[in-house]
T-cell receptor, first 115, second 119 residues
Framework: DGGITQSPKYLFRKEGQNVTLSCEQN?????MYWYRQDPGQGLRLIYY???????QKGDIAEGYSVSREKKESFPLTVTSAQKNPTAFYLC??????????????FGQGTRLTVV | AQTVTQSQPEMSVQEAETVTLSCTYD???????LFWYKQPPSRQMILVIR??????QNATENRFSVNFQKAAKSFSLKISDSQLGDAAMYFC????????????????FGQGTILTVHP
């Protein structure tokens, strides 16, 4: 079955550590996105990528980094510069505007907690 | 920049009755898409319904329908014959159609509305 896989489901980070959240899709989608979800604030865009080896900052990119070396993969690194990383992180993908498809498909999320 | 506002943090409905969730948005664009996503306790985001701004006809998907008022920038979701499985957080989202495919499909979300369904 096609879909988006995020791992791990739960992740714990110590102060000062970098951690990487995995996102893999087998939908052959060009565009991929990372969102952060906090209570009462909806989803906010961290980074997005339209094609391999290209990505753009979203609204809250500070303290995060990404790479897009393969079409299927879009890992997110939460660096020690992110002062309040405890949140629920969602990865999404879409076929892109040019393909005429408009909806985004989401992974099941990673819950990151600072300990 | 576009903004999406959901003014109802929580709503409740009796099973089998109808409920309407509100959403307003602000944009200077004429071509865009609007979505309602459902997030149940599993936290999986599920697309409920989609509306293209250039279409005057309101979208319908089984028990779910929208009231799209482009001039008023309003996009409400009506759930008919509510079921226990409809209990979830509902998000309204905006996506620019973009010119030349440059929108990248970014979604702007509202704050969400928690829907409770009472048996």
């Amino acid at each position: 079955d096609g879909g988006i896989t995020q791992s791990p489901k739960y992740l714990f980070r110590k102060e000062g550590q970098n951690v990487t959240l995995s996102c893999e899709q087998n939908l052959n989608h060009d565009a991929m996105y990372w969102y952060r979800q906090d209570p009462g604030q909806g989803l906010r865009l961290i980074y997005y990528s339209q094609i391999v080896n290209d990505f753009q900052k979203g609204d809250i990119a500070e303290g995060y980094s990404v790479s897009r070396e393969k079409k299927e993969s879009f890992p997110l690194t939460v660096t020690s510069a992110q002062k309040n990383p405890t949140a629920f992180y969602l990865c999404a993908s879409s076929a892109g505007s040019l393909a005429g498809r408009t909806e985004a498909f989401f992974g099941q999320g990673t819950r990151l907690t600072v300990v | 920049a576009q903004t999406v506002t959901q003014s109802q943090p929580e709503m409740s409905v009796q099973e089998a009755e109808t409920v309407t969730l509100s959403c307003t948005y602000d944009t200077s664009e004429s071509d865009y898409y609007l979505f309602w996503y459902k997030q149940p306790p599993s936290r999986q985001m599920i697309l409920v319904i989609r509306q293209e701004a250039y279409k005057q006809q309101n979208a319908t998907e089984n028990r779910f329908s929208v009231n799209f008022q482009k001039a008023a920038k309003s996009f409400s979701l009506k759930i008919s014959d509510s079921q226990l499985g409809d209990a979830a957080m509902y998000f309204c989202a905006y996506r620019s159609a973009g010119a030349g495919g440059t929108s990248y499909g970014k979604l702007t979300f509202g704050q969400g509305t928690i829907l409770t369904v009472h048996p």
